[in-house]
């Protein structure tokens, strides 16, 4: 009977750590993967940051995390493999925590720049010096923002304003010269809106301008101002 009754005892607890053993592989082997879809949930990717127009699909990659939602919360076309956007260009702004979706994405054609434009992107060529362009540093996909100096009307003053921002490059201009002394015109084109365009061209023509190279991930904006020589030395900014 005491052996009986041992065996009754030690059997239970056996197969209970059996059980939980079972249980910690079938959870290292993907069990909580399985364990979601069998709660009735679909696995779809969200920005981990806000993400501007134009962006490749690669770049876009890079900044996703998988969150498993109930079937009624899945957007249409939601992305569920990264692997789709290959190929692809972000057609307008992506933001922090949206779910992403092939709608927001176009195929880009193999014929280089066109492929890269939609709706009001338009391209343009901007010829500058090494300094002003970043010639050596900017690689095709960065994202630049414009600064530049600009006079008033009559001439008399002189004022200073980040005029665009989150540009992206298309086609980087080529590296400098080695040469001492040389002097080049390089040219960068760059992938904005028509109404972009239109600034960038006046203050190419009208003012002073330089590139200034953006942070790949969690750039911020500091509010907008304009500068005078009044604002630089402490007066008001």
């Given at each position: 009977m005491r052996t009986y009754g041992i065996r009754n005892l030690v059997l239970p607890a056996l197969l209970a750590t059996v059980a939980a053993a079972m249980t910690l592989v079938y959870v290292g082997h993907g069990g909580s993967k399985d364990a979601a879809a069998a709660a009735g949930t679909t696995g779809v990717y969200v920005a981990t940051h806000d993400i501007a127009?134009?962006?490749s699909g690669d770049d876009v990659m890079r900044a996703l995390r998988l969150v498993h939602m109930s079937p009624d919360a899945v957007v249409p076309s939601a992305v569920t493999r990264p692997s789709e956007l290959?190929?692809?260009?972000?057609?307008?702004?992506?933001?922090?925590?949206?779910?992403?979706t092939l709608r927001a994405f176009g195929r880009v054609r193999q014929q280089g720049i066109a492929g890269q434009l939609n709706g009001r992107l338009r391209a343009i060529s901007v010829a500058g010096d090494q300094d002003q362009l970043l010639a050596g540093t900017l690689r095709n996909g960065d994202h630049v923002d414009v600064v530049a100096s600009l006079k008033s009307n009559d001439g008399q003053h002189t004022y200073g304003r980040t005029v665009l921002r989150n540009v992206a490059v298309l086609q980087a201009p080529s590296a400098p010269s080695s040469s001492p002394g040389a002097s080049q015109t390089l040219s960068a084109t760059l992938r904005l809106t028509d109404a972009q365009a239109q600034t960038l061209f006046f203050v190419t023509k009208n003012g002073d301008w330089s590139f200034v190279l953006r942070p790949v991930v969690h750039g911020s904006d500091s509010s907008d101002f304009v500068d005078s020589v009044g604002t630089i030395l402490g007066a008001g900014r």
């Open positions: 127009a134009g962006a290959t190929g692809r260009v972000l057609l307008a702004p992506l933001y922090q925590g949206q779910q992403l």
